[in-house]
């Protein structure tokens, strides 16, 4: 079974995110690079993560002119990235540009755009004050749906939102943050849920930090939630998350 962990390397050196992922690497099935590791040691570091042999998402989170994000994105397809964050409320000439540019950059290799909709840490109020009207559930629909049209491979999603959107984009592979196993703090993160109810509601791959990469020993962290996963699917028809909304 190929793990559908991608571990979310937030760490302020590369030397110790290359360490920590070399590690890893047999137990997990990719490596996430944020915007701490890309604006400190730099873009350099997803060449090192892509030479382990896993895919690399790279979560820039691009969003701006058409021109630029090309740009942006063909450079992070040079470096060897299988996707790349891009807000899909940059709009759809964007979407496209950074397909293309990726696509470009990426030349034989495999690569794709994962859409940003709605971040999580906004509330009805804060889209509001943007001048978006609706809930960020729907705001996410709205996106999603755009995403899919145009260029996108996927999108990250929340755990409550898989179903959603299954629904309206199903044609792209949902990426899911905010994962904690069981008996595991939440952190900052307001929701969270377990592994397998990620995976039994439609998640393609977890994005997992913390829970990993904190644990006394991480790759044991990580072989044991990818066992969780070998047992028998729980089938979550409706859960707490539902209930919450
Ligand atoms: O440590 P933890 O598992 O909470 O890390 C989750 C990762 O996913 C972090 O890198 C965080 O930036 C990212 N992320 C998130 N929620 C989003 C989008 C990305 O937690 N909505």
Same mark, same amino acid.
């Given at each position: 079974?190929?793990?559908?962990?991608?571990?979310?390397?937030?760490?302020?050196?590369?030397?110790?995110?290359?360490?920590?992922?070399? &590690?890893?690497?047999?137990?997990?099935?990719?490596?996430?690079?944020?915007? %701490?590791?890309?604006?400190?040691?730099?873009?350099?570091?997803?060449?090192?993560?892509?030479?382990?042999?896993?895919?690399?998402?790279?979560?820039?989170?691009?969003?701006?002119?058409?021109?630029?994000?090309?740009?942006?994105?063909?450079?992070?397809?040079?470096?060897?990235?299988?996707?790349?964050?891009?807000?899909?409320?940059?709009?759809?000439?964007?979407?496209?540009? /950074?397909?293309?540019?990726? /696509?470009?950059?990426?030349?034989?290799?495999?690569?794709?755009?994962?859409?940003?909709?709605?971040?999580?840490?906004?509330?009805?109020?804060?889209?509001?004050?943007?001048?978006?009207?609706?809930?960020?559930?729907?705001?996410?629909?709205?996106?999603?749906?755009?995403?899919?049209?145009?260029? &996108? %491979?996927?999108?990250?999603?929340?755990?409550?939102?898989?179903?959603?959107?299954?629904?309206? /984009? @199903?044609?792209?592979?949902?990426?899911? @943050?905010?994962?904690?196993?069981?008996?595991?703090?939440?952190?900052?993160?307001?929701?969270?849920?377990?592994?397998?109810?990620?995976?039994?509601?439609?998640?393609?791959?977890?994005?997992?930090?913390? &829970?990993?990469?904190?644990?006394?020993? @991480?790759?044991?962290?990580?072989?044991?939630?990818?066992?969780?996963?070998?047992?028998? /699917?729980?089938?979550? &028809?409706?859960?707490?998350?539902?209930? %919450?909304?």
């Amino acid at each position: 079974m190929t793990s559908p962990i991608l571990v979310a390397l937030d760490l302020d050196s590369a030397e110790e995110a290359v360490r920590l992922a070399a &590690a890893l690497e047999p137990a997990v099935g990719g490596f996430k690079i944020g915007l %701490e590791l890309l604006m400190g040691p730099g873009p350099g570091t997803i060449g090192a993560l892509v030479r382990l042999g896993k895919p690399v998402f790279v979560d820039a989170k691009l969003h701006d002119i058409p021109t630029t994000v090309h740009r942006a994105a063909r450079q992070i397809g040079r470096a060897g990235a299988r996707w790349v964050t891009v807000h899909a409320s940059g709009g759809a000439a964007q979407l496209e540009a /950074a397909a293309e540019g990726l /696509a470009e950059g990426a030349r034989a290799g495999r690569a794709g755009v994962l859409a940003v909709t709605v971040l999580t840490s906004l509330t009805d109020t804060d889209l509001s004050m943007t001048g978006v009207a609706g809930t960020p559930g729907k705001q996410s629909s709205r996106l999603a749906r755009l995403a899919a049209a145009h260029g &996108a %491979e996927g999108v990250i999603c929340s755990v409550k939102e898989l179903g959603v959107i299954a629904s309206v /984009a @199903p044609s792209l592979l949902r990426v899911t @943050p905010g994962i904690r196993p069981q008996g595991i703090g939440a952190d900052d993160q307001k929701r969270v849920a377990t592994p397998q109810e990620a995976i039994s509601r439609g998640a393609d791959w977890l994005v997992i930090g913390r &829970a990993i990469t904190r644990a006394a020993d @991480p790759r044991r962290a990580a072989e044991l939630i990818n066992e969780s996963l070998q047992t028998d /699917a729980v089938v979550y &028809a409706r859960s707490d998350l539902d209930r %919450e909304e």
